[in-house]
């Protein structure tokens, strides 16, 4: 039997069907996903993924304001020329509640 793991596309999880997975992945940018020999692969390589997307993540979110006081924070943050910062920082708390909410293994 065919196992597939969809590690970027709609719904990240492991696919027993090629239809279900393709499901997920066509036409998806950035799409990311394999055959595996088994679930219990499948399962890893998934878990593998989404720890290196929260190490990332987690990262790149606290060395840009580590020993910043407040009000340097505030001032850093609500700039005009830093938007491009706040909207980074919204987007990797939106990765990492969907890493964390969408790592459910579909059967």
């Keep these: ?3 597939y ?11 027993y069907q090629w239809e279900d997975c393709f499901a997920q992945v066509n036409r998806f940018p950035g799409a990311l996903y394999f055959k595996v020999a088994s679930r219990a692969e499948g399962e890893h390589r998934l878990q593998q993924h989404l720890s290196r997307i929260l190490h990332t993540s987690s990262e790149a ?4 304001m580590t020993n910043l006081p407040v009000d340097q924070l505030h001032r850093t ?3 005009d020329t830093n938007i491009n910062a706040v909207a980074a920082a919204l987007l ?4 990492v509640g969907l ?7 579909i059967e």
Excluded: F
């Design 1 to 3: 039997m065919a196992i």
């Design 5 to 15: 793991v969809v590690l970027e596309g709609r719904r990240r999880g492991v696919y």
């Design 61 to 64: 979110s606290t060395s840009s």
């Design 77 to 79: 943050s609500c700039h």
């Design 92 to 95: 990797v708390g939106l990765l």
């Design 99 to 105: 890493a964390l909410g969408v790592t459910r293994t």
